[in-house]
């Protein structure tokens, strides 16, 4: 019998194959999923949105429009936490510019090439933007 039809060889190979890519994958890709929202945010929103959240981040002073303070989305919102539109907004679904170009950056592609670009991405990056949602509601006032 040769190698090449021997099934268990290439079992092996294939197993090979498998344990290499599985191995390589946190190498290429990032596991922010695996951060708290609150982490996330600290790393990715404090810059502009401040470390409470109210906007006031040493990025904002740079930028021609104000930064939104972020712990009164529920109360600009007529009591009442956004969580579809802020998933949206995030990431970037969702315009939130009133007018001219969109500052804020486009997270859900940003995480999206962090987290390698491709189908098992896309799922880490729905993760992230629940955890940071979820962190948004424990902040607000
Ligand atoms: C480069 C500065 C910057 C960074 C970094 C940033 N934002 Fe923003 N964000 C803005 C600006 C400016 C706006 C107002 C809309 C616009 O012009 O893009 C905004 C708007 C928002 C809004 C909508 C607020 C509202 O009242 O509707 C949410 C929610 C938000 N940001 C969440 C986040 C989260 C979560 C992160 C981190 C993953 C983040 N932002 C990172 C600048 C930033």
Known sequence: MSEQSNPLTALMRLTVVAVAIVFSLPVYAQAFD???????????C???HGE??????PVSEGL?????????LRKRRGNNFPEDVLR????GQE???VHGTRYMPVWGYEFWVEEGADDAAKERVDIIVDNLVEYLRSIQQ
């Open 64 to 72: 021609p429009i104000a930064v939104p303070d972020l712990t009164g």
């Open 46 to 48: 404090a810059a502009c």
């Open 34 to 44: 695996e951060y708290s929202g609150q982490e996330t945010y600290m790393r990715f």
């Open 52 to 57: 409470s959240g109210q906007g006031d981040g």
């Open 88 to 91: 949206k907004i995030i990431d």
């Open 95 to 97: 315009t939130v510019v």
